[in-house]
């Protein structure tokens, strides 16, 4: 059983576009995240909930807004996509803040 | 702020030798530090972990041991594996502190047969 998924896995679009990525995890983890990765590997934290309420909202454009509808699962929605989006977004998830975290497989972006 | 410095790579090394990645950070409060890994085309996952000073986390041969007096949680293994290649990131989450999770760049290890 997978623990932390991610749809979709490949996400191809034109700039201007919305789009969405799902996460859902299976872990009855209290906590789950949103990261971006960059082509150098580097990893941003983007978002983090706790119990279905924002608690890391770090300095992201407000074209992303993160949903939570339950603990099980944090969606990621991304209006007016530019070509600076591309990258791979990984959702996480763990058992209480500052504990160790579980990562999806990762959803690589490609803005055109 | 929280911060997790880490070597740059990639670090290139032959099988069997032996492999240190150095990591070092800031942070105010009371962090637990960690080591995930990450193959390639896939998510980060946890290596070993250690939550308070003089831990030493270790997994699959690779240990790292929390020094408060110089703020180091340096990655080693005695004997690398082609299979070992792939990004190693060193990380903190302060409990005492911003609760933030901070990650290092990252540092590619190629290990070649």
């Known amino acids: 059983d997978t623990a932390v998924s991610q749809t979709p896995k490949y996400l191809v679009t034109q700039m201007g576009n919305d789009k969405s990525i799902k996460c859902e995890q299976n872990l009855g983890h209290d906590t789950m995240y949103w990261y971006k990765q960059d082509s150098k590997k580097f990893l941003k934290i983007m978002f983090s909930y706790n119990n279905k309420e924002l608690i890391i909202n770090e300095t992201v454009p407000n074209r992303f807004s993160p949903k939570s509808p339950d603990k099980a699962h944090l969606n990621l929605h991304i209006n007016s996509l530019e070509l600076g989006d591309s990258a791979v977004y990984f959702c996480?998830?763990?058992?209480?803040?500052?504990?160790?975290?579980?990562f999806g497989p990762g959803t690589r972006l490609t803005v055109l | 702020g929280d911060s997790v410095t880490q070597m740059e790579g990639p670090v290139t090394l032959s099988e069997e030798a032996f492999l240190t990645i150095n990591c070092t950070y800031t942070a105010t409060g009371y962090p637990s530090l960690f080591w995930y890994v990450q193959y390639p085309g896939e998510g980060l996952q946890l290596l070993l972990k250690?939550?308070?000073?003089?831990d030493k986390g270790s997994n699959k041969g690779f240990e790292a041991t929390y020094r408060k007096e110089t703020t180091s949680f340096h990655l080693e293994k005695g004997s690398v594996q082609v299979s070992d290649s792939a990004v190693y990131f060193c990380?903190?989450?302060?409990?005492?502190?911003?609760?933030?999770?901070?990650f290092g760049r990252g540092t590619s290890l190629i290990v070649h047969p």
């Open positions: 996480a998830s763990s058992r209480e803040l500052a504990d160790t975290q579980y």
């Open positions: 990380a903190l989450s302060d409990r005492g502190g911003s609760y933030i999770p901070t």
């Open positions: 250690a939550t308070k000073a003089d």
